[in-house]
């Protein structure tokens, strides 16, 4: 059972990111998650590594979430200059905000981390049939969303 | 560009972090857990040459069959009384293996780590004695049921060689600080087998020529000097004194 | 961290081969500057519980060379080392991760990443035997980091390396030296200009600089010197002064040597640097020149 932690990372921590919506603690918890990959190691099911690890991101920032000083933060600016880029991505964000929440994962782990269909199934429980039509239905919605905003000139 | 197309990549753009960096210090400081002493005897298991385990179960059944095909005639007990003769080779073969880190100029390094060069000879002894020790019952067992001797006259048979050449071998790696260790040790090997072989053309049956007690005597004084020069192998250990040829 | 070396003495029948060495450390890199001989190998080995010192002491945060957990926070490279055949890459490392107590898992997951980190990726599943200089040098720099050790040793670890992999080398002790104590003995200057915060020079057994660079070199400050001669000047200059570099032109020879003051009226001072301190130590000629004066 072997992950490469280097490739996996950016990924667990534009996924904590995506959960938290700051860039720094984002981070903290990405390494959490990986700190505790490593120590839960020789354990765990060897067929799912992957989806074992978006587990623990997932529950990492859900404890996270639950810590009594926690606030929903404000959106961090991210690397970008043109101020027309900076609000498309803030105003798709927040697209993908409107969706249901196991829709919006699914969009995330599957147009952000690409992850294959079939691993998502494995992370989210949820079966490729199901997965494929959420998805579809997610960007129908969010086709919907943006259209008021002119996204589709 | 179709709207799905163009859609999906937005989506993967609009989080779009920038490049993290702490991460190549996280990567470079990842701590690992720990395993304890049972875990590492363990995993040297697997770093002991297979054709080793493989040999001995050879050799062994070699003498078996010898064994059991011939029947006990008093001509035939000569040849089975070679048979203790390959056992200074069991001992070679795991000789060669436990000072695998001498002949592979591994010894430096090994004495930097957690579980160190003395450690780790120890359990390579441990996991090849036993397994050795296991082959040599079963031929003491085989011995029994084909020769009238009594327990006692077979153990000796076995465990003498066994222990001369132990206590040969250990000898000449506490003198022989060099790569070339194991031909001396095959050399101590060779010789303990042709004594055997040459006691036993000549006297018949030299267990019973001299007197158990002095054979017995020896059996402790091997025992004892084996313990002393383990010890000193292991002390031996502990400080770098071998050169690399 | 703090490596403490206190008067440690190594001794044989017929020579010393470290003198009374002192000094403490902190995190930083460290080069251990000296000719062959000079006794790096044998303070690294003590360092490591290697070899016990004849007289003296070493605690790294008050452990104890002989301890467990001293050893849990050194990573050695030695300046040989051997390895056992058929490894590959990875086998190699997975081996000396067992000898380190590693969780086996955990170890496979260290050893992806620190093949990485040595750019050894696309040969982890190759036999070392098919390794050139450098990259066995990289793997023994990947096997001393799979603890993450607090103490770094390397020994001689740029020896046999051509430019390119040297500048490689270079690039990835910069990356490992934060929070850690790293300490790599040479005697090729160049590395320890780009990579050492403090350097350490030892002759004949003994600790007779322990500075960072600047501080070093104030020793020869002022006294380099660069001049072009005829040739029977050219050698009457070297019979009285430490020579760093002599070239033959033309018509004439161009010196650089030290001299405490200016030894042709045309002379002109140059800027020393740690090239001209190692010949400075390390020439013979410089005890003739410093005794006859």
């Known amino acids: 059972?072997?992950?490469?932690?280097?490739?996996?990372?950016?990924?667990?921590?534009?996924?904590?990111?995506?959960?938290?919506?700051?860039?720094?603690?984002?981070?903290?918890?990405?390494?959490?998650?990986?700190?505790?990959?490593i120590k839960q190691g020789s354990y765990v099911d060897r067929d799912k590594p992957l989806a074992y690890l978006y587990t623990i991101a997932k529950n990492t920032c859900i404890d996270y979430m639950r810590k009594p000083n926690y606030a929903e933060l404000t959106e961090e600016i991210l690397a970008e200059n043109d101020f027309e880029k900076i609000e498309l991505k803030r105003v798709i964000r927040e697209a993908i905000d409107t969706l249901p929440s196991d829709e919006q994962e699914?969009?995330?782990?599957?147009?952000?981390?690409?992850?294959?269909?079939?691993?998502?199934a494995k992370i989210t429980g949820v079966s490729r049939f199901s997965i494929n039509r959420k998805l579809k239905k997610a960007l129908e919605g969010l086709k919907l969303v943006l259209r008021e905003e002119d996204f589709f000139e | 560009m179709n709207k799905d197309k163009k859609l999906k990549l937005e989506i993967k753009s609009a989080y779009e972090i920038p490049e993290s960096n702490r991460k190549k210090d996280f990567l470079i400081n990842l701590e690992i857990p720990k395993i304890n002493?049972?875990?590492?005897?363990?995993?040297?298991?697997?770093?002991?040459?297979?054709?080793?385990?493989?040999?001995?179960?050879?050799?062994?059944?070699?003498?078996?069959?010898?064994?059991?095909?011939?029947?006990?005639?008093?001509?035939?007990?000569?040849?089975?009384?070679?048979?203790?003769?390959?056992?200074?080779?069991?001992?070679?073969?795991?000789?060669?293996?436990?000072?695998?880190?001498?002949?592979y100029n591994m010894t430096e390094l090994e004495m930097t780590t957690k579980y160190s060069l003395g450690q780790i000879i120890?359990?390579?002894?441990?996991?090849?004695?036993?397994?050795?020790f296991i082959f040599l019952i079963f031929l003491l067992i085989s011995l029994k049921l084909k020769l009238e001797y009594s327990t006692l006259i077979l153990s000796l048979y076995i465990f003498i060689p066994f222990l001369l050449t132990c206590f040969g071998s250990l000898y000449v790696m506490n003198y022989i600080r060099n790569k070339n260790v194991n031909f001396y040790c095959a050399g101590v090997s060779i010789s303990v087998s042709l004594a055997n072989i040459l006691l036993y053309n000549a006297t018949g049956n030299m267990y019973n020529y001299l007197s158990v007690k002095f054979w017995l005597i020896l059996l402790v004084a091997l025992i004892v000097g084996v313990i002393i020069q383990a010890k000193k192998f292991i002390r031996s250990t502990e400080e770098y004194n071998w050169n690399s040829l | 961290m703090e490596l403490i070396i206190d008067r440690i003495t190594k001794q044989y029948a017929n020579k010393i081969a470290v003198d009374r060495i002192s000094c403490s450390l902190k995190d930083g890199v460290y080069a251990l500057l000296g000719s062959n001989g000079a006794g790096k190998t044998t303070l690294m080995r003590m360092l490591c519980g290697v070899l016990a010192p004849t007289s003296g002491e070493i605690k790294l945060n008050d452990l104890n060379t002989s301890d467990e957990e001293y050893r849990n926070l050194l990573g050695y490279l030695p300046q040989d080392f051997g390895y056992y055949p058929d490894f590959t890459a990875m086998e190699f490392l997975m081996y000396i991760s067992s000898l380190k107590g590693l969780?086996?898992?955990?170890?496979?997951?260290?050893?992806?990443?620190?093949?990485?980190?040595?750019?050894?990726?696309?040969?982890?599943?190759?036999?070392?035997?098919?390794?050139?200089?450098?990259?066995?040098?990289?793997?023994?720099?990947?096997?001393?980091?799979?603890?993450?050790?607090?103490?770094?040793?390397?020994?001689?670890?740029?020896?046999?390396?051509?430019?390119?992999?040297?500048?490689?080398?270079?690039?990835?002790?910069?990356?490992?030296?934060?929070?850690?104590?790293?300490?790599?003995?040479?005697?090729?200057?160049?590395?320890?200009?780009?990579?050492?915060?403090?350097?350490?020079?030892?002759?004949?057994?003994?600790?007779?600089?322990?500075?960072?660079?600047?501080?070093?070199?104030?020793?020869?400050?002022?006294?380099?010197?660069?001049?072009?001669?005829?040739?029977?000047?050219?050698?009457?200059?070297?019979?009285?002064?430490?020579?760093i570099n002599i070239r033959h032109e033309k018509d004439n020879t161009f010196l650089r040597l030290v001299s405490d003051k200016s030894p042709t009226p045309d002379a002109v001072k140059a800027q020393a640097c740690l090239e001209d301190l190692y010949i400075y130590y390390f020439s013979d000629i410089s005890e003739v020149e410093r005794n006859g004066k």
């Not at chain 1, 699914?106 to 998502?120: A, Q, S």
């Not at chain 2, 200074?88 to 001498?102: D, G, K, Q, W, Y």
């Not at chain 2, 120890?122 to 050795?132: E, F, H, K, P, Y």
């Open chain 1, 1 to 37: 059972m072997s992950i490469d932690i280097n490739a996996h990372y950016d990924c667990i921590y534009k996924y904590c990111y995506f959960k938290i919506k700051n860039l720094h603690i984002a981070e903290d918890l990405a390494q959490e998650t990986f700190l505790k990959f």
């Open chain 1, 106 to 120: 699914l969009v995330f782990l599957r147009y952000v981390n690409e992850l294959k269909i079939g691993d998502i």
């Open chain 2, 37 to 103: 002493f049972y875990e590492f005897f363990i995993s040297q298991i697997k770093y002991i040459r297979k054709r080793i385990f493989f040999i001995q179960l050879v050799v062994m059944l070699i003498c078996l069959i010898t064994l059991l095909s011939i029947d006990s005639t008093s001509l035939n007990i000569k040849y089975i009384s070679i048979l203790p003769s390959a056992i200074p080779f069991f001992v070679l073969i795991i000789a060669t293996e436990i000072s695998r880190s001498i002949s």
């Open chain 2, 122 to 132: 120890i359990v390579r002894t441990a996991i090849l004695g036993s397994v050795n």
């Open chain 3, 103 to 243: 969780d086996k898992s955990a170890a496979k997951l260290r050893s992806t990443e620190l093949l990485n980190i040595t750019s050894l990726s696309d040969v982890a599943k190759k036999k070392i035997k098919t390794f050139s200089g450098g990259m066995k040098q990289r793997l023994g720099i990947a096997q001393a980091m799979l603890n993450n050790p607090k103490l770094l040793i390397l020994d001689e670890p740029t020896a046999g390396l051509d430019p390119k992999e040297r500048v490689k080398f270079r690039n990835l002790i910069s990356d490992l030296s934060k929070d850690r104590i790293i300490i790599l003995s040479t005697h090729i200057v160049s590395d320890i200009e780009y990579i050492a915060n403090k350097i350490l020079v030892m002759k004949s057994g003994q600790l007779i600089h322990n500075g960072s660079l600047d501080e070093i070199i104030k020793v020869i400050e002022n006294k380099i010197w660069e001049c072009s001669v005829s040739t029977s000047e050219a050698e009457n200059l070297s019979k009285m002064y430490t020579i």
